[in-house]
T-cell receptor, first 114, second 110 residues
Framework: DAMVIQNPRYQVTQFGKPVTLSCSQT?????MYWYQQKSSQAPKLLFH???????NEADTPDNFQSRRPNTSFCFLDIRSPGLGDAAMYLC?????????????FGDGTRLSIL | GQSLEQPSEVTAVEGAIVQINCTYQ??????LSWYQQHDGGAPTFLSY????GLEETGRFSSFLSRSDSYGYLLLQELQMKDSASYFC???????????FGGGTRVLVKP
């Protein structure tokens, strides 16, 4: 049973056209994360929510925003996608922020920019 | 800041043993984790070491030496399905943030 679900698996958008990626979880975890992963690179944390508290990484571009309307759902909004934003976007959850808590990843959404 | 170093690629045959080393530099340290990622798939949690020593989970083991800022993932009895990328990751001073190494691509040959 899928526990962290990302839709769609593949998303194509035009340069500058806003796009929203979605993530849902059935684990009832408190923390949800968004990562960007480019080809053959490590996942890079963009931001995370602990419950309703939003935490943005210092180097996350202003172009990227997130919403978490409830425990189960989290969205990544890219306001004006540029060619450099083409990547795999991974959503992950963890039960809480304890150091030994594993993160559970979704299968990702691969974003292409035309 | 935080940085992690791991080899970019390792090739081995079925049944062999592979050790993937990871060295790290962090401001504060809250544990070393390992994740497996198959091509096109999600990273999957393999192990966590918060204290020095060896953690064993089936064919996979992970080791940590905090004094050396070093850890490794040991893959035993390699199988074709173990062909994947393996990432070490640390939680540093921020506690809640995982920083990943660049990943080691393991290719298992028949």
């Amino acid at each position: 049973d899928a526990m962290v679900i990302q839709n769609p698996r593949y998303q194509v958008t035009q340069f500058g056209k806003p796009v929203t990626l979605s993530c849902s979880q059935t684990l009832n975890h408190n923390v949800m994360y968004w990562y960007q992963q480019k080809s053959s690179q490590a996942p890079k944390l963009l931001f995370h929510y602990y419950d309703k508290d939003f935490n943005n990484e210092a180097d996350t571009p202003d172009n990227f925003q997130s919403r978490r309307p409830n425990t189960s759902f989290c969205f990544l909004d890219i306001r004006s996608p540029g060619l450099g934003d083409a990547a795999m976007y991974l959503c992950a959850t963890s039960r809480d922020l304890q150091k030994n808590q594993p993160q559970h990843f979704g299968d990702g959404t691969r974003l292409s920019i035309l | 800041g935080q940085s992690l170093e791991q080899p970019s690629e390792v090739t081995a045959v079925e049944g062999a043993i592979v050790q993937i080393n990871c060295t790290y530099q962090t401001s504060g340290f809250y544990g070393l984790s390992w994740y497996q990622q198959h091509d096109g798939g999600a990273p999957t949690f393999l192990s966590y070491n918060g204290l020095d020593g060896l953690e064993e989970t089936g064919r996979f083991s992970s080791f940590l030496s905090r004094s050396d800022s070093y850890g490794y993932l040991l893959l035993q009895e390699l199988q074709m399905k173990d062909s994947a990328s393996y990432f070490c990751a640390v939680k540093g001073a921020a506690g809640n943030k995982l920083t990943f190494g660049g990943g080691t691509r393991v290719l298992v040959k028949p």
